[in-house]
């Protein structure tokens, strides 16, 4: 009954206004005093990204139109709302932070607006629609001069700058100094998919909704709210999408992440600090594999949590910022104003958003709904678990956590049925279809002990690869004895559904499920860390110790894996009799056996810290910090080696994309209008000459609807929708194009092409060019009698149809 009255208390207490905490007297005058100061980290994170973008041939006037775009078209109308819906000031960062996510929201509306109405000229001037209100209404007025803004710490801001800056030095090395920004040799390598995404953003230029632009005329039933965004930003910023694809877009986003993982992580856990450190998380920690280099095949459990992903999947960028926003509001409605049981909360919480909370949780929702497929199921799930708590300990129902979920689950519903229109795209509810490929080896049978020993392993495996940085959690929960407040219900929920789901069902895109679950848990291991730092109650120079020791310990793995990863994976191998016969888990033994070998390591360590604290009463009750940090920074070298290994060789899922095919899309682009649609033979990727040789079963090509921005009648249909459905969770599909009238048809005008065919594309269709990829075969002489020939470079031919 205590318990239940505690509880009950404690949620009638998150309902009252809460108090702003004083600021204190030295913080206050130094910022009144010097303001530059205050500036300065955002403006050397800004300043650094701007010289590497420039050192990787990105044009100034580019990136001042960036610029002006996110402030103009994101920051401000998004900023300005954020006021009108949150209560009280809390940082001006923290304005800043939920307004650009606020923007990039009101931004999808704007976009359905301008483009539906064929407005796309003046879409520059949507942010008046917001901007007009706020500056003749009164009552709106107040929210261009806020007063009452608490300064975060310098040290706060230079610790989340440096992350930004982090972030920034790392896509240099592995993607903005290595791939051109528009290909223009015939050996420039691209990330395969790259052009795809390009096409999508360039068909959201022209149409609400999207539709598929290299079946032209389908729909598409597909997460594309990214690439309305981006279409924006070419609309407002008058950028050129490949620049604002390969260029400016993925940065800015992951800065956007970090910054607002940052704010998010210090209002829900009242430690200024617990900010820097879940941003760090987010990014820096990765995955433990003792594998270098880090090729395609080394990720042995779907897409990475940071790696190359961000440029690999857009989406993801562009949905992780809606996400931690969505986390955020969520988290802010189920907070409860009270201190911990170690009295050390509240110093820097900051004053409730009040009623508006709701309509940012709807807001977030909608936006990330469309955003990424797989971001508002888990978030689902943690209010599902955060509900069933709350009912089974106070035995009232929650109805805070039943107004969220109703307004998160309307949102799923509409990206379901409106959106998706309930495609699967192929995935399948297989439990450990992802991962049993490492037990299932029919060619060795086992006993069953052994197998039940395989089993276990290759989940160990799975929790290493992708969950250490959540190792943080574990004293959270440990020390609470799981007697968690809502909102920690809601963030371990989430953390637990995301892996849970990836493990349910079959398809290599369920892999974005754990990383949907990510900035959930990772907020959580800040909350548990910062605990256990406060707990350890550490000198100055024993904090200095212990982040010079972290950065020292990352230092000497990173290296070791670097050096010495081959060397150890034939050591392990010959130990377990497997080198010379590989089995279904090899690839998982020498990550498994490095994971051991420094498990082993600690123990002895934790064995003589505690032998000296019998001697050294200053070293008690201090280990575990020290365990916690080594444990956390044990998932870093993965983004390191990552650089290194971008400076010795591309990516392995870059292709082959030739000069000459750019230089012909490009010319379309130039002479054609958005309506026209082309007719190509080019359907596979990176096949030469497969119409004389073995049939194509890599049905990817979209580097013609990409470069051209235009829709092509039939040209690579491994992501259609409806094609997806039959892929069996493959990461695409490889059959046959499903209209074969149409396809014939398609064919018939560039090897059999008679005056008829040319004119029903031409009038049926609305195709204005065939454009000829001769690698792919040959046009019939007949072509250039029928039709006028307007570009030829050698590889590729374009013909007018009028």
Sequence with gaps: MATTHSAATDQAVSQRHRPEAPVPSGEAGRSSSHPVWRFLPAIAAYLLLVSLLLAADTTLSDVARYTFYALW?????????????????????????????TGLVLELAAWAVFVGAGAQSIAIAWPLAVVIPFAAVPRLRRHWRPRGYRSPSLGWSWSVSGTVMLSSAYFHQVFLSRYPVLPNEETSRIFGDMPYMLSLAANAKHHVPLTLPQAAGEPLHYHWFTFAHMAMTDMVGHIDLAVIQSRLMVPALAALAMVITAVVAQRLIGRAWAGPLAALLVFAAGEFTANYPNGVETWTFGAPAVRLVYWASLSLAYSQPLLIALLGVVGE?????????????????????????????????????????????????????????????????????????????????????????????????????????????????????????????????????????????????????FKLEPVQWFLLGAAIAGPAAYLAVNGYNSSYFTIAALP??????????????????????????????????????????????????????????????????????????????????VLVCGLLWWALGRVRPVLRGRGGIVLLTVALA?????????????????????????????????????????????????????????????????????????????????????????????????????????????????????????????????????????????????????????????????????????
């Design 73 to 101: 078209g994101v920051m401000l109308p998004g900023t300005l709302v954020f006021r009108a819906l949150r209560r009280r000031p809390h940082t001006l960062v923290e304005d800043l932070a939920f307004g650009a996510v």
């Design 333 to 481: 409605a189920l907070r409860r104003n009270h201190q911990d049981k170690d009295g050390t909360r509240g110093g820097d919480c900051a004053p409730s958003f009040g009623r508006g909370v709701f309509v940012m949780v709807a807001l977030f929702a909608l936006a990330s709904s469309a955003a990424k497929a797989t971001t508002l199921p888990v978030t689902l799930a943690g209010l599902a678990l955060a509900g069933l708590m709350v009912l089974i300990s106070t035995r009232r129902v929650p109805w805070t956590v039943v107004g969220l979920g109703a307004i998160i689950a309307g949102a799923q519903l509409f990206a379901t049925a409106v959106i998706f229109n309930f495609e699967s795209y192929g995935l399948q509810i297989i439990p450990f279809g992802n991962v049993q490929e490492y037990w299932a080896d029919r060619g060795h049978p086992r006993s069953a002990a052994l197998q039940a020993l395989v089993v276990a392993a290759t989940l160990v495996a799975f929790v290493l690869n992708h969950q250490l940085k959540l190792l943080g959690a574990i004293p959270l929960l440990w020390r609470r004895r």
């Design 520 to 601: 959930f848990g990772v907020i959580l291991s800040a909350w548990g860390y910062c605990e256990s730092f406060d707990r350890a109650k550490l000198p100055g120079r024993a904090k200095a110790a212990l982040a010079a020791s972290a950065l020292a310990f990352t230092a000497l793995l990173t290296f070791v894996i670097y050096r010495y990863s081959d060397d150890w994976a034939g050591f392990v191998l010959r130990s377990v009799g497997n080198h010379s016969t590989e089995t279904s888990y090899s690839r998982l033994l020498p990550a498994l056996a490095a994971a051991a070998v420094l498990a082993a390591v």
């Design 634 to 802: 044990a998932s870093t070298p993965g983004l390191f080696h990552d650089a290194l290994q971008a400076r010795e060789s591309l990516w392995t899922y870059s292709w082959v994309m030739p000069g000459k095919q750019v230089q012909a899309a490009r010319w379309i682009r130039a002479h054609s209008d958005p309506s026209d649609v082309l007719v190509t033979n080019s359907h596979c990727w990176q096949f030469e000459d497969y119409a004389q040789g073995p049939g194509c079963d890599n049905v990817r090509s979209q580097w013609l609807s990409g470069y051209s921005e235009r829709s092509v009648l039939v040209e690579g249909w491994a992501y259609a929708p409806r094609t997806m459905a039959l892929a069996g969770g493959a990461a695409a599909y490889g059959g046959p194009f499903w209209d074969q009238e149409l396809f014939q048809l398609n064919e018939d005008a560039i090897y059999r092409p008679t005056s008829e065919i040319l004119r029903r594309l031409h009038d049926r269709h609305r195709v204005r060019y065939v454009v000829v990829h001769r690698p792919s075969g040959t046009e019939s002489p007949h072509l250039q009698a029928l039709a006028k020939q307007v570009f030829d470079n050698g590889r590729m031919a374009v013909y007018e149809l009028s």
